[in-house]
């Protein structure tokens, strides 16, 4: 089976020259990331409209004419309209993770083909199609690597790509993770200065008192992301974790 | 810090993060796919360039092309960076994200909504772990040598006869793993030509190689 996944918008701005040219340009790269997708026997459209509003805004929009061909090859084929916020990261990457974790699992108890992803990662805003690749790849890696990697009977393969004027980019198929953790990230500023192992612990134990190893798991967590290096009992921020600090400051998210 | 920013028709989305997070150092990457495109992003790197007159460099990329930007941006990201991905096309957004998240460092975006900007945080890195279709830290396994082949010595596409001479004293089984692997991570494709398999490297090649080069 294969299944063609797609972000997808429409502009409204109000600079109409702007607006109608990057309609244009949505809609021509929506039919040839389709066009690109082959055959397939479903289409998943994530968009951050309903489909009604976008059949709405369509006919309200000067240049709405160009979306007819879009909207006939979406009703040509078995597919859902997900209504998604594109323009927010997490948002959109727990939205289309749980639609996508609802298909495997219904196809792995279907049991018995091999799943090909098409993944058109040209439409929409940048932030939801990127969200759209990670959710992907997080879910396929992190739940379903026995299928990727052919070891089980029967596979998935994924095919990431961008399409515009006639040029397909490719994109990778690795396993990248999605986490933050705060939590964790704010005890860099404890490290700025290098600190022996225990102090640091002790230092920590006061916040999360209740937490067992506590300082263990926060010293583990920031030297496996190269965030803290140790040396002879001593730690302290790496070059790396002392930027993630500062930004994350700098964001009041910590 | 160093700032590495994708840069578009808007210097409002670049100048608001160098104000919020204050680098040492702005690294802009931009392109063009039309005229009417270069007078407008050219503004935008003069607006920028004008606020912030010290530190600053503007490195031109192929708006269009994936790999060449994998290629060029990797080059400028240290562990001191941070990626700005709001401005410019999607190609170079992309690009400098998967870029950053190799590397581990900070990703950022900006939120416009009406005069209130905000900016917020991508979380994603590279993992090295088990669940990859092969060792990206281990230069020298098959799969990473038939990539540095196939890209260095043929520039991208080759007979597979060529490259698994190249390789040398290796088994077939073991060069055809190798490639089957690098399929299934969409890093390279195969065409045929007659009888002849041609190997063809993808955009992704292009990223794994060209980490841990940088400026």
Known sequence: MKIFLTTLTLYTYENEDERINLNK????????????????????????????????????????????????IIKSSDFKWIKTDLINYENSYVRIYKVMEDILVSWSERGYENLHIYMNLSCGHKIGSLSLYMAVLNLVHGEYYGYLSRK???????????????????????????????EYEKYIGYLLEPMKIEEFKKAVRKDEALVKNFGDKVIMHLRKRGYISSKDGIIVATKKGRTLYYVLKKLGEI | MRLLSTVGWSEEIVSYVIDTL????????????????????????????????????????????????FEKMARWVNDESVANITGGTKIMSF??????????????????????????????????????????????????RTLKILVNDFKGKARFVKIKERLGNISSSSISDAKRRLLMANLIREEKNGKEKIIIANSGAYLLLSRGDVK
């Open chain 1, 25 to 72: 340009e949505e809609s021509e790269k929506f039919i040839e990331g389709a066009r690109n997708a082959g055959d397939y026997q479903k289409m998943i459209v994530f968009s951050d409209y309903s489909m009604e509003e976008f059949e709405e805004l369509v006919t309200t929009l000067p240049e709405g004419e160009s979306f007819s061909e879009v909207l006939s």
């Open chain 2, 95 to 144: 690009a400098l994200a998967l870029n950053a998240a190799m590397r581990g460092i900070p990703i950022v975006y900006v939120v416009t909504d009406g005069d209130e900007k905000k900016i917020f945080r991508v979380p994603i890195t590279f993992s090295e772990g088990s669940k990859n279709f092969f060792r990206i830290d281990k230069k020298d396994s098959i799969a990473m």
């Open chain 1, 152 to 182: 089980k009977g029967r596979y998935i393969r994924i095919r990431p790509y961008h399409s515009e004027r006639s040029i397909v980019e490719e994109l990778p198929v690795m396993n990248f993770h999605n986490e933050s953790n705060p």
């Open chain 2, 22 to 69: 204050e680098p040492d150092e702005i690294i802009l990457f931009y392109g063009f796919v039309s005229e009417k495109d270069r007078n407008r992003i050219r503004k935008a790197l003069d607006l920028i360039r004008a606020r912030y007159p010290s530190n600053l460099k503007e490195v031109q990329v192929n708006p269009m092309a994936l790999g060449e930007n």
